[in-house]
T-cell receptor, first 114, second 109 residues
């Protein structure tokens, strides 16, 4: 397994601004993912972060709103742009070391947009 | 489409009582099923996966392909089992997970 450090753990942001969330893994991982958990709802996959190339977004999520970087096998960032109150959620990053292996998670970022 | 359904948002039991957290899924391929748990102020972590067929912390879950279910069971609940439990599905050979909405288990003394 591996340990993912995610920061910030929480933030309160003004509408119209952006928040960048960072995830650092303590070892190399093949796959990294970003999820959103809106209040009272399940975790929904935003995108797969691909090392050295553009992320692969799920239906309903676009790069302009959720730009993702993954410069190497241990680090990724998610930016939530042009914030609105509807973006208030918990955002989680996840990693995996290969197909059919366990997925592990960061501690999450609780974002509140005011 | 892949879908995971957890019908109960909250399950409240007394210590020592049996527990069953329900999970049904919809998927046409060969999914892997998981249970993840999130204790208070801790990160989401894997509890068990169907291919392991093992018991973790006294919990077991059996994949029933006929009923498309993967219910989580424990014969005698403990207070430390109080947590949020998520059932999740993954297509074999891929990494991304589809989660249910979660069930909060509350075990009272």
């Amino acid at each position: 397994s591996a340990v993912i450090s995610q920061k910030p753990s929480r933030d309160i942001c003004q509408r119209g601004t952006s928040l960048t969330i960072q995830c650092q893994v303590d070892s190399q991982v093949t796959m990294m993912f970003w999820y959103r958990q809106q209040p009272g709802q399940s975790l929904t996959l935003i995108a797969t972060a691909n090392q050295g190339s553009e992320a692969t977004y799920e239906s309903g999520f676009v790069i302009d709103k959720f730009p993702i970087s993954r410069p190497n096998l241990t680090f990724s960032t998610l930016t939530v742009s042009n914030l609105s109150p509807e973006d208030s959620s918990i955002y989680l990053c996840s990693g995996g070391k290969g197909m059919n292996t366990e997925a592990f998670f960061g501690q999450g970022t609780r974002l509140t947009v005011v | 489409a892949q879908r995971v359904t957890q019908p109960e948002k909250l399950l409240s039991v007394f210590k020592g009582a049996p527990v069953e957290l329900k999970c049904n899924y919809s998927y046409s391929g060969s999914p892997e099923l998981f249970w993840y748990v999130q204790y208070s102020r801790q990160r989401l972590q894997l509890l068990l996966r169907h291919i392991s067929r093992e018991s973790i912390k006294g919990f077991t879950a059996d994949l029933n392909k006929g009923e498309t279910s993967f219910h989580l069971k424990k014969p005698f609940a403990q207070e430390e089992d109080s947590a949020m439990y998520y059932c999740a599905l993954r297509d074999t050979g891929f990494q991304k997970l589809v989660f249910g909405t979660g069930t909060r288990l509350l075990v009272s003394p």
